[in-house]
């Protein structure tokens, strides 16, 4: 039976047609109440619906208006106690509805049916952060619904400004997406592009913010995150307020935004919180160790096994004890010792909680002391491998924490293959990508490359805030871009 207008049909033909639509379906529900000569048939998906509103406030309702054997549905929509209802005769739309758990009230030889929402969302209540965890600041994190997400954001963000922007996504199943930003704040061409980027999908369906994020960014191939993720109301928060754009995508608690450089990944709004001294030291010190995160176990295997020269004297005879019984060569010996780690890494995060917990603590001990008695490898590189690993998480974004392990991997490689000059290629390597590298159009290395004097100390330290600028730099992202592409041209 092929879709047609409303009128086309009769009540036994549209009972057929739901049915057949939905593949009879048991959650497909038809009421038909028949009162003073008036036959009203309700249609709606049972387990999406609030039948407690439904039975209590809108059949009450409908009951009291057909008193006068008929019933005005024009006039019936501004007695129900829901702001969302509406008239229609197409059958695509009644269909779509249904899903989103509006009941379709129809009427005999009516031109068009009334859509009521009653829908009855499932979400969790406002809970702290699991992947993002702050020690000063607000704790809650956004929940797996756009509507609760947006109204946190409302008010934080106290301020007319403030644009919400709603689209759909998806063939056969459409998301809600929401793009946030403050007018007057937000380059409005920056604005423009992830509109165009966002409409311009072909996709069924986008499960996940981190999903949306794959599919918009400009190098899919590049192993670091081109947008930050946040489950925090806070950093949203604070990022809009400096110009940033917030990604909202229902059924997700995660928020992407952009244009992101590698120091926001860096950045935690904890460091606000903090006294500027403190945060300028906390945050330099992730940014040392996240380098050291990447170079000191390729460092210990290319000095171990090509430039003893660099190791002192009273420090060689340690490390020659220690590698004695060892049989394997430091390159194999380290990426033994690296892979385990990730092993316990990966089993305690799928693990619960507590039992994870304990089984890193417990299974890293247990492991490296029997590695070590075993003759698998040395102690010092035990300490050097704990190291690496520890810099690895000091990083607040979990994205780029997990771009530095994999990163490790390869300068790895390169390092026990051609020693200092390996690892030297690899970071020039690593170096030229960031160059090239852009999120939505603007310089990853930004403001470092190209250099902006009025950003630069604040992103690599926490100033003190009565020297920070409270508005951005109104030149906007795009010049930055439109300086990249004038020296690419000369």
Same mark, same amino acid.
């Given at each position: ?241 400096? @110009?940033? #754009?917030?990604?909202? &995508?229902?059924?997700?608690?995660? =928020?992407?935004? !952009?244009?992101? /450089? ?97 089984? @890193?603590? #417990?299974?890293?001990? &247990?492991?490296?002391?029997?590695? =070590?008695?075993? !003759?698998?490898? /040395? ?112």
């Amino acid at each position: 039976m092929e879709r047609r207008n409303l009128t086309t049909y009769d009540i036994c033909d549209l009972q057929d047609f739901f049915k057949k639509t939905f593949h009879d379906s048991p959650d497909l529900y038809f009421y038909e109440m028949k009162r003073n000569q008036v036959s009203i048939l309700f249609i709606y998906m049972k387990n999406l619906v609030d039948t407690n509103v439904l039975n209590q406030s809108i059949l009450p309702t409908i009951i009291d208006k057909t008193k006068d054997n008929s019933l005005d549905l024009q006039e019936l929509i501004y007695q129900l106690h829901t702001t969302q209802s509406k008239l229609t005769e197409d059958m695509d739309e009644m269909i779509h509805k249904l899903l989103d758990g509006y009941v379709v009230l129809i009427t005999p030889k009516a031109e068009k049916s009334l859509l009521i929402n009653v829908s009855k969302k499932v979400e969790r209540s406002l809970e702290k952060a699991e992947t993002e965890s702050l020690v000063f600041g607000p704790k809650i994190s956004f929940t797996e619904s756009i509507s609760t997400n947006i109204s946190i954001i409302r008010q934080n963000i106290i301020s007319e400004d403030l644009c919400t922007e709603k689209m759909a996504v998806g063939k056969k199943n459409e998301t809600e997406i929401r793009i946030v930003y403050l007018n007057g704040m937000a380059e409005e061409e920056l604005v423009q592009s992830l509109r165009d980027k966002i409409n311009s999908l072909q996709v069924n369906d986008i499960l996940d913010t981190s999903v949306l994020a794959q599919l918009i960014e400009d190098n899919s191939y590049s192993i670091f995150p081109q947008f930050v993720q946040t489950e925090l109301p806070d950093r949203v928060t604070y990022s809009v307020e400096r @110009g940033m #754009v917030a990604v909202f &995508v229902d059924r997700s608690p995660m =928020v992407m935004l !952009g244009p992101s /450089s590698l120091f926001n990944f860096f950045e935690s709004t904890e460091d606000v919180y903090m006294r500027w001294n403190m945060g300028s030291f906390i945050r330099f010190l992730r940014y040392v160790t996240m380098f050291l995160s990447v170079i000191l176990t390729p460092a210990y295997v290319a000095i171990i096994t090509y430039h003893y020269e660099m190791i002192p004297s009273t420090l060689l005879v340690s490390l020659g004890e220690s590698r004695s019984k060892v049989p394997f060569t430091p390159i194999f010996e380290a990426l033994l010792l690296e892979i385990m780690i990730e092993l316990l890494r990966e089993a305690g995060a799928r693990l619960p909680t507590k039992v994870g917990q304990t089984m @890193g603590i #417990v299974g890293g001990i &247990v492991l490296g002391q029997a590695a =070590v008695e075993a !003759g698998f490898t /040395s102690n010092i590189l035990i300490i050097v491998v704990a190291l690496s690993a520890l810099g690895s998480f000091t990083a607040p974004s979990y994205l780029m924490g997990t771009a530095v392990r994999v990163m490790r991997f390869p300068i790895l490689i390169l390092a026990g293959i051609w020693g200092g000059i390996g690892i030297s290629f690899g970071l020039c390597f690593i170096l030229i990508h960031l160059i090239r590298l852009t999120s939505m159009g603007v310089p990853y290395l930004k403001p470092v490359y190209p250099f902006d004097k009025n950003h630069a100390m604040n992103t690599i330290l926490r100033m003190p805030i009565h020297l920070i600028r409270k508005n951005p730099n109104k030149e906007g992202f795009f010049s930055f871009r439109k300086e990249v592409s004038q020296d690419i041209d000369e």
